[in-house]
C-alpha cells in the first residue's frame, strides 16, 4: 500500500470517528460511521490474505447492517415524533432497535458473533485498531442514548456479554480469539454500568483500551498468535514475557493492577443503586473470563514447554515488532491503581 | 391517484418480498428494480417529483451496475426462481407475514390515511424538494463537499481492494 | 402507524430478515443492503414530504450518496473473495471457525 494512501486512510478514519462525536443529528452520526466503515476495509485487507479478506468481508456485511439500522431507527423515530436528536429519542421501539444495532457494531452479547472471527483473520495491528479505536463512535453514541433505552435491555445485554465473554474463551487456543471475547466480556462491563454512571462507562472503555493495547503490542513483540508460540516465547524477550503474566492478570481484574479498578468501581456502584444481585452475577461471570486469563498466564510463566534447541535461539536478535507506545501502556496497565482516588475526583465526581 | 399511490407501496413491498426470498442474485436484482420503480411512483404521488427523478436516474443506474455483474456471475445452469419450491415456501412465508401484520395495523387506518398529501394541493410549478435540494449547493455546501470526498475515499478504497496482479490464490488463468 | 409509514418500515425489515436469515450469494446479501437502503431513501423523502420540511430534502441525495459508497465497497469486497476464495457463495467464507 501506497504511503500516500495510507495516510488518507488513517485521516479518514480519524475523520469518520470525529464527526459521530461531534454530531448532534443521527444523520451525519451515521455518515461517521459510513466514513469510518469505509476507511478501515482496505486497512483490514492490506495483506491480501484470503482470511484477511474473509474478515474483512465479514466486518463489511455486519458493520453496514448495524449503520442502516441505526439510520432506520431514527428515521422512525422522527416519523413517530419529529425528533432528529440524538439525546432525544424518545420512541421505546426506536431506542431498543438502536440499542440493538449499536451491540451489533460493537460486539455485544447477542450479536456478537462476528467479533471473534474477524479479530481472528487479522493482523495483531489491524485486530488493536478495531478492538480499541473502532469501539470509540458506537460507544459515543451509546452513551447519548443509554439514558432513554429500556433497562431491562442494557442489563440484559451487559449481562448477556460478561457471560458469553467468559464462556466463549474458555475453550480457545488462539489468542486472538481470546482477546475478541475479553473485549466482548469487558464491554458488557460497560454496558451494565452505563445506565448508573455513564463517566464510570467511559472510565472503563479507557481503561480497557490501556489494557487490551498493552496486550495486543507485547504478543506483537514476539509475534505470538497462539498458546503454543506464548509458551516459547521467554525466549524472545523474557522480560516482557514476565510482564505480559502480569498484563493477563490485569485483563482479568486482578487487584494490585489497574484491571481491578473498573471493576472494583463498577460492583461499588451497582450495589450502591441497589441491585446486589447483578452485582453478584457479573462477578460470577469474570470467574470465567479469570479462567482463561490464568491459563495463558500458566502457559506463559509457569511450564517450560519441550523445545528444541534451535527453538531457544531467538533471545540472539534483536525483536523487531517493537512499538514506542508498548513500554508507557503496560505501566499503565500495571500501576494505575494508587491513582484511583485521583481519577475518582477528576472523573466521576 | 390514492389507489395509484397505494398499489405503488404494494410494489414496494413486494419487491422486497422478491428480493428477500432467496431466489439466485440475477432475479433478487430484477426484484429490487422493481421495487425502485415502485418506490419512484409512491415519492412522485406524495409531490417529490425530483427526488423520484434522482431515484430513477441515480439509484437505477447505479443498480444497473450490480445487475451486470449478477449476470455475469449467474453461472448457475438453472438458477432459482420465485417458483421453484425453496423460494417459494420463502415467498408464501414473507407475503403471509406481512398480512398478519397489515391485519394488525389495518383498524388504525382511516380513510384520511390513504390520501397522498400531493392531492390536497392546488397545481403548482415550483416543488418543494427542488428548492430544498437547492440549498445543498449554498446553506448545505460543507455536507456536499464531505458527500464529495467520501466518494473520492471510496475511489481508493475499491481501487485498494482490487489491485494487484499477484494478488489472491486462486486464479483463473 | 400510517400505511406510509407501515410500506416502508415492512420494506426495511424485509431486506433485513433476508441479509440476515438466508444467504447463498455475497451478491444477494448486497443486493438485500441496497434494498435496505431504497428503503431508508424512500422513507426520508416521504419524511420531507409530508412534514414540508423542505430543507431537510438534501438528506436523501446524501443518504444516495453514501449509500452508492457502501454499494461499492461490497462489490470490491466481491471481487477480492471471488480472488481469493473463487467463489461468491457465502458458505465458502469458513477459513476462521473456530
Known amino acids: ?349 | 391517484m390514492t389507489y395509484l399511490v397505494s398499489l405503488f407501496l404494494l410494489g414496494l413491498i413486494f419487491g422486497l418480498v422478491a428480493v428477500a426470498s432467496n431466489p439466485a442474485p440475477y432475479f433478487a436484482a430484477l426484484g429490487l428494480v422493481i421495487a425502485a420503480g415502485a418506490g419512484c411512483g409512491v415519492l412522485v404521488g406524495h409531490g417529490g417529483s425530483f427526488l423520484s427523478l434522482v431515484l430513477f436516474l441515480i439509484y437505477l443506474g447505479g443498480m444497473l451496475v450490480v445487475f451486470a455483474y449478477s449476470a455475469a456471475l449467474a453461472a448457475e445452469p438453472f438458477p432459482e426462481t420465485w417458483g421453484d419450491r425453496s423460494v417459494l415456501v420463502y415467498v408464501l412465508f414473507y407475503i403471509l407475514g406481512v398480512m398478519v401484520v397489515v391485519g394488525w395495523f389495518w383498524g388504525g387506518w382511516h380513510e384520511a390515511c390513504w390520501v397522498a398529501i400531493d392531492e390536497l394541493k392546488e397545481l403548482v410549478v415550483l416543488r418543494g424538494d427542488v428548492s430544498g435540494v437547492a440549498l445543498m449547493y449554498s446553506s448545505g455546501g460543507g455536507l456536499l463537499m464531505l458527500c464529495a470526498w467520501v466518494l473520492l475515499l471510496t475511489l481508493f478504497v475499491v481501487l485498494e481492494l482490487t489491485r494487484g496482479l499477484n494478488r489472491g490464490t486462486v486464479r483463473a488463468i | 402507524m400510517t400505511p406510509v409509514h407501515f410500506s416502508f418500515t415492512a420494506a426495511f425489515t424485509l431486506g433485513l430478515m433476508g441479509l440476515a436469515f438466508h444467504r447463498t450469494h455475497l451478491l444477494s446479501a448486497l443486493i438485500c443492503l441496497e434494498g435496505m437502503m431504497l428503503s431508508l431513501f424512500i422513507a426520508l423523502s416521504l419524511w420531507t414530504l409530508q412534514l414540508e420540511s423542505t430543507a431537510f430534502s438534501t438528506a436523501p441525495m446524501l443518504l444516495l450518496a453514501f449509500s452508492a459508497c457502501e454499494a461499492s465497497a461490497g462489490l470490491a469486497l466481491l471481487v477480492a473473495t471471488a480472488r481469493t476464495h473463487g467463489t461468491d457463495r457465502l458458505q465458502n467464507l469458513n477459513l476462521l471457525q473456530c
Open chain 1, 1 to 349: 500500500m501506497s504511503p500516500y494512501v495510507f495516510t488518507l486512510l488513517i485521516f479518514n478514519l480519524g475523520l469518520g470517528t470525529t464527526m459521530t462525536f461531534a454530531s448532534s443529528h443521527w444523520l451525519l452520526a451515521w455518515m461517521g460511521l459510513e466514513i469510518n466503515t469505509l476507511a478501515i476495509i482496505p486497512l483490514m485487507t492490506r495483506q491480501h490474505h484470503p482470511r484477511a479478506v474473509e474478515a474483512t468481508t465479514k466486518y463489511f456485511l455486519t458493520q453496514a447492517t448495524a449503520a442502516a439500522l441505526i439510520l432506520f431507527a431514527s428515521t422512525s423515530n422522527a416519523w413517530l415524533t419529529g425528533e432528529w436528536a440524538i439525546n432525544q429519542m424518545s420512541h421505546p421501539l426506536a431506542t431498543s432497535t438502536i440499542m440493538l444495532a449499536l451491540a451489533l457494531k460493537l460486539g455485544l452479547a447477542p450479536v456478537h458473533f462476528w467479533m471473534p472471527e474477524v479479530i481472528q483473520g487479522l493482523d495483531l495491528t489491524t485486530g488493536l485498531v478495531l478492538s480499541t479505536w473502532q469501539k470509540l463512535a458506537p460507544f459515543a453514541l451509546l452513551l447519548q442514548v443509554s439514558s432513554t433505552v429500556n433497562p431491562l435491555i442494557l442489563t440484559l445485554i451487559g449481562l448477556l456479554s460478561t457471560l458469553i465473554g467468559g464462556w466463549g474463551g474458555l475453550n480457545q487456543t488462539q489468542l486472538r480469539k481470546i482477546l475478541a471475547y475479553s473485549s466482548i466480556a469487558h464491554l458488557g462491563w460497560m454496558v451494565l454500568i452505563i445506565q448508573f454512571s455513564p463517566p464510570l462507562a467511559t472510565l472503563s472503555l479507557l481503561i480497557y483500551i490501556i489494557m487490551t493495547t498493552s496486550a495486543f503490542l507485547t504478543f506483537k513483540l514476539t509475534s505470538s498468535t497462539t498458546m503454543n508460540a506464548l509458551a516459547t516465547s521467554w525466549t524472545k524477550s523474557p522480560m516482557m514475557t514476565s510482564l505480559a503474566t502480569l498484563i493477563l492478570l490485569s485483563l482479568a481484574g486482578l487487584p494490585p493492577l489497574t484491571g481491578f479498578m473498573p471493576k472494583w468501581l463498577i460492583l461499588q456502584e451497582l450495589v450502591k443503586q441497589d441491585l446486589p444481585m447483578l452485582a453478584f452475577f457479573a462477578a460470577m461471570t469474570a470467574l470465567l473470563s479469570l479462567y482463561f486469563y490464568l491459563r495463558l498466564c500458566y502457559t506463559v510463566a509457569l511450564t517450560s514447554s519441550p523445545n528444541t534447541i534451535t527453538m531457544l535461539t531467538p533471545w540472539r536478535l534483536n525483536p523487531t515488532q517493537t512499538s514506542p507506545l508498548n513500554p508507557l501502556t503496560t505501566m499503565l496497565t500495571l500501576a494505575l491503581l494508587p491513582l484511583t482516588p485521583a481519577i475518582l475526583a477528576l472523573v466521576i465526581y
